[in-house]
């Protein structure tokens, strides 16, 4: 249900949080820690979505979580957490905005992707992947030797009907999807089937008594100038920026966060940069027959607090690494983070899906241009990924929501949150009338930019970083990154503290 006395469409990031929060079953009085600088109704991006809000409520909501399972199992009181209106919408942008060694972020876009004609509308491709370059051509009969061009791809997307070629794609491990309207997605199945929060929990074991409790935790718990999430041992399978950017949450806390990715996949710099601060990494490959890469991952997974997994749904199943499997070899309890595209329920939930293919499918383009009443524009896309981060906040705020029931009920645990699930709630918060949200928050994001008490200069393993620090400040503590981005599989697969 709403939250009572107001309509989704009259929240500001406050009532997001205190929605969440509710759902999540945490403690209300928590609520009385938060202060939200700047939050308010206004828009603050460009764009017809209330983009600022949703920044603003998934840090803090994130944030706070954070405290507040400090605070249960160390018997403190919950630390007052601040987040600023303009360093939350800076900070769903962090990806775009980072230099390295002087020079601006790169393209994270692949050369053949984006929009398509189609015979009866258009497809949005997505490439960043060679594997889904590699579909993508393959579907649509075009040679894999280079010499392809975007004109190319829209010559031969222009031969199909959009439903039957996002089918066909998605058949032939290509990702594309149909650009849709609100309409048209509403009459799916799927959307249907798509939780109206974004955030589920659900107990999957009643055994373990649980690491997070303060008998049986590591021996270093967190005092005063440390970090709320001091001790826990996060395992992240992930790529893109969903996923990544939950483990890079509890990161900032103080989680000793393992990014475990696979040395048969392409490294994508322009993104792992900025969404590896904070994490050791280390590469394993889980098909190997003949190494000891799976039964490394296993012990690392037997003794860890939380696994987060941000593949597509079913993949890591498949090797044995269902959250049940998980739970079954964990005595201490675990808790689950799962990353989808779609979520857990519905005809397409295994399938794979990225920000940009939800906002086509889902109807939030072909809204978004017709807020912005461009003439022939038939698409147009949000100003950051806003389903990403948003996801990723919100599964971070699930996970300690989790840890916090796992310290006192003991158990395992799975979160579920999905880019769709996010689409839902963000489109359930409304949408600004007309042009007013292009016109009245055009200003915001050049004025985050220019402040430099949002950045911070650290030393990396590729050079000089000046990225956008957490946003969230939580009194007692500093939260930020300890780890600074280095080559992928660059750490040892252990635990920095010993447990007790």
């Known amino acids: 249900m709403a939250h009572p006395g107001k309509l989704r469409t009259e929240f500001t990031a406050k009532d997001i949080v205190q929605e969440v929060w509710d759902q999540l079953g945490l403690p209300a009085e928590a609520l009385g820690a938060l202060s939200l600088p700047g939050d308010e109704q206004s828009p603050t991006v460009p764009s017809s979505f209330k983009i600022g809000q949703l920044a603003q409520g998934a840090i803090a909501t994130s944030a706070l979580a954070a405290s507040s399972f400090y605070a249960v199992r160390n018997g403190r009181s919950v630390p007052r957490v601040t987040v600023p209106l303009q360093h939350a919408v800076a900070e769903f942008r962090s990806e775009r905005l980072y230099h390295l060694n002087g020079e601006p972020t790169p393209s994270l876009w692949g ?8 015979q009866d509308g258009h497809v949005r491709i997505h490439d960043n992947f060679p594997n889904h370059q590699q579909g993508t051509l393959w579907v649509l009969g075009l040679p894999q030797d280079g010499s392809v061009t975007r004109d190319d791809v829209s010559k031969a997307t222009w031969e199909w009907n959009k439903v039957d070629l996002e089918t066909a794609a998605l058949e ?15 009459a799916l199945p799927q959307a249907q089937a798509i939780n109206p929060f974004p955030i589920s929990i659900r107990k999957i074991d009643d055994g373990g008594s649980g690491t997070a409790t303060r008998s049986n935790t590591t021996a270093t718990l967190p005092n005063d100038g440390d970090k709320c999430l001091r001790g826990l041992r996060v395992l992240e399978l992930s790529r893109v920026i969903a996923a990544p950017v939950a483990g890079r949450t509890l990161a900032a806390h103080g989680a000793d966060v393992l990014w475990v990715t696979s040395p048969k996949r392409p490294a994508l710099p322009a993104l792992d940069i900025d969404m590896s601060r904070g994490k050791r990494t ?10 000891n890469d799976k039964e490394t991952l296993l012990e690392l997974a037997t003794t860890c607090d939380v696994f987060i997994q941000g593949y597509r749904p079913g993949s890591l199943a498949a090797r044995g690494l269902s959250p049940e499997a998980l739970a079954s070899r964990n005595s201490g309890g675990i808790v689950v983070g799962n990353m989808s595209a779609f979520g857990p329920k ?3 939930a295994d399938r794979r899906g990225f920000d940009s293919l939800v906002q086509t499918c889902s109807g939030m383009n ?3 241009a017709a807020h912005y009443g461009a003439g022939e524009e038939v698409a147009r896309t949000t100003p950051c990924q806003a389903l990403d981060h948003a996801a990723g906040y919100f599964l971070a705020a699930g996970i300690c929501a989790a840890l916090h029931r796992k310290a006192s009920d003991g158990g395992s645990y799975v979160v579920d949150v999905s880019l769709a ?10 949408q600004y009338e007309g042009r007013s949200g292009f016109d009245d928050g055009g200003g915001l994001p050049l ?11 650290r030393r990396t393993g590729f050079g000089e970083l000046r990225g956008v620090r957490h946003s969230a400040a939580v009194d007692g ?11 992928l599989g660059s750490d040892t697969p252990n635990w920095l503290l010993p447990r007790n």
């Not at 280390?282 to 190494?291: A, H, P, R, T």
Request: hydrophobic share 35%; with cysteine; charged share 25%.
């Open 111 to 118: 050369p053949l992707g984006g929009l398509h004609p189609t």
């Open 172 to 186: 032939s491990g290509a990702c594309a999807y149909a650009l849709r309207s609100y309409e048209e997605w509403d």
């Open 282 to 291: 280390i590469q394993l490959d889980l098909d190997d027959e003949v190494g």
């Open 346 to 348: 519905g005809p397409w």
């Open 366 to 368: 072909v809204s978004e």
């Open 421 to 430: 699930g996010v689409m839902k709630y963000l489109r359930s918060l409304g």
């Open 447 to 457: 004025a985050v930019e220019m402040n430099p008490g949002l950045f911070e200069t």
């Open 477 to 487: 503590f500093a939260p930020g990154w300890d780890e600074m981005p280095k080559p």
